[in-house]
């Protein structure tokens, strides 16, 4: 993980990122591990895809966000940004409902907004627990009761 991400603006309204890596780690390494691309190019332009959606004031914390997801690969590292962007949106939505001028109407529609990002964020997020696993089901097995005169078995089972 990057240990600080700030942003800053020049009079030409250039965008500097500045990312302070781990140490022996290079900030374009650091931003390869958020992003999961290793090349520059595509690096830039996931990040100008996330600006253009947080804005530079929230840029810093979806790049955190994006690090603690720590994309694997490229394709995660789309998912992450995916997932960011569709927090971000939800919780703007979520925030319009305190609107003291909302009609039942706006409310309702604000709601039903919400609700789609949650859904497509929780979908998201159990197609990058399926893409890590390798499609691989893991069921964990917290209690067992063997009633009198039943068997068990502990350990691996195979036909």
């Known amino acids: 993980m990057a240990q600080a991400i700030t942003t800053t603006e020049t009079n030409d309204d250039t965008l500097n990122i ?9 900030p374009q390494e650091a931003l390869g591990k958020m992003t999961g691309y290793k090349n520059p190019e595509a690096n830039d332009y996931i990040i100008r895809q996330l600006y253009a959606i947080v ?4 840029l810093p ?4 966000l994006m690090d603690g997801i720590a994309p694997q690969t490229p394709l995660e590292g789309m998912m992450a940004m995916q997932l960011v962007t569709l927090h ?6 979520a925030s319009r409902m305190n609107g003291k001028d909302n009609t039942f109407a706006q409310n309702d529609g604000i709601v039903n907004r919400t609700t789609k ?6 979908a998201l997020m159990e197609t990058l627990i ?13 209690h067992v009761t063997v009633n009198e005169g ?10």
Request: proline content about 2%.
């Open 18 to 26: 500045v990312v302070k890596p781990e140490k022996n780690q290079t």
């Open 55 to 58: 804005g530079k004031d929230q």
């Open 88 to 93: 971000h949106m939800t919780q703007t939505f």
């Open 117 to 122: 990002l949650v859904r497509a964020s929780t």
């Open 61 to 64: 914390a979806a790049l955190a």
């Open 150 to 159: 039943g068997q068990a078995m502990l350990g691996q089972a195979s036909r």
């Open 130 to 142: 399926k893409s890590r696993n390798q499609g691989k089901q893991v069921i964990q097995v917290q």
